[in-house]
DNA sequence: AATAATAGAGAACTTTAGGAGAACATTCAA
DNA sequence: TTGAATGTTCTCCTAAAGTTCTCTATTATT
């Protein structure tokens, strides 16, 4: 059972990671909490890794870890919370994480870079990155890397009616572009977009 | 578990190799991270040869090598070309990689999810999520997370004018907010974007 | 009232991270 | 072959961080 400082410690230890990567000194969790002996925070940490909610490597600076965590790989971030883009509300601060994995592992997945303005009504602008997966399959509604003809290659939202397939810009000023579906193969379907600023 | 510093290095070592193709001298990792000795930047190599992060191959210059673990890493995928959104063009095959642990390290980064249409017009919808870099300055034209009179935070491109500041939401129907310089306070500024389908 | 648990301060000490640089050995390219 | 570039092995140093200790005060429990 843990105290109600021992308590706010572990909770700050925990944030502290989440959003840093790393472990906080003694001096920066005194501070944190007002506290300026560093022999208490000290007898805290201790507390706390004697409860079995922290445990240390090896013994270093900020040597320690919270228990049972999985390993930190570079790809996941911590997600603080959501922010409004439109009215101002605050922003939440949980426990999530985004897992870039998802997006870039696997053996199939390549880049593109999106020159021109078709899919600006979908997010994706001129100079962004798109990650795609190979596939020879798609479904309506998936954007996709088209090949027409077996020569030229285009980005569009996939929309099948039979046996002709219609490629739709994202873009009101462009018109949909329609072709018998053996005109038309499917190279990979767009899994996600990164734009780098 | 690595240092700061071992971090550092380790994080040049990983950006030099994708570059050029071969190992940095200890010099060169000197000059990057701005420390003089030959003998301090050879300690940290060993050290990082000693945790399984990188290993030797032979002993000649240059002669390090990632780890295997380390290069699974899959945050470098290959960029196989352009892609016409406009009207089709034919891929481009060559041999660049997009890097994305630019945008992914470092840990002074983190992801907010955007709620809102606020910053459509800058390719930035509803859902989508921003990698920001923590930090209390910006220039004219960052969009940053901006912390209002120490309550509300919102998702906003910057325009400084003197002792006022302009929080311009991309979208035109939404006019900009303007406000004492005093009032707003930067928490980052965004540095990626990523959408997940 | 006595006791135990909780809580804070801080002094004194040890350990670690990090940097400089000298001296020497090895490698590579002109 | 030879010298410059590079790598290796040292020692010395400082600041920051962690550890151990004692002293004190407060609060709840018995």
Redesign the interface.
């Given at each position: 059972m843990l105290t109600g400082l021992e308590e706010k410690v572990l909770q700050f230890i925990t944030r502290y990671i989440a959003?840093?990567?790393?472990a906080p000194t003694l001096v920066e969790i005194g501070a944190a909490l007002r506290i300026r002996s560093k022999g208490t925070i000290h007898r805290y940490v201790e507390s706390l890794i004697k409860k079995g909610q922290l445990h240390r490597?090896?013994r270093?600076?900020r040597?320690i870890r919270l228990t049972g965590e999985h390993s930190r790989?570079?790809?996941i971030?911590?997600?603080?919370?959501?922010?409004?883009?439109?009215?101002?509300?605050?922003?939440i601060s949980d426990q999530k994480e985004?897992n870039?994995?998802?997006?870039?592992?696997?053996a199939d997945?390549?880049?593109?870079?999106?020159?021109?303005?078709?899919?600006?009504d979908a997010?994706?602008?001129?100079g962004?990155?798109?990650?795609v997966r190979q596939t020879e399959t798609a479904e309506n509604g998936?954007?996709v890397?088209a090949l027409?003809d077996g020569?030229?290659?285009?980005?569009?939202r996939l929309r099948k009616h039979g046996a002709r397939v219609e490629l739709m810009?994202a873009n009101r000023s462009l018109t949909p572009m329609i072709y018998p579906a053996e005109r038309v193969h499917i190279q990979g379907v767009?899994?996600?977009?990164?734009?780098?600023?």
């Open positions: 959003q840093n990567g790393r490597t090896g270093g600076w040597g790989r570079l790809t971030l911590p997600l603080l919370g959501r922010i409004a883009a439109g009215r101002p509300i605050e922003a985004i870039f994995s998802d997006l870039l592992l696997g997945r390549y880049v593109l870079e999106v020159h021109g303005d078709s899919m600006i997010g994706i602008l001129d962004d990155l798109v990650v998936d954007i890397v027409i020569g030229e290659v285009t980005l569009k810009p767009v899994v996600g977009q990164v734009r780098l600023y």
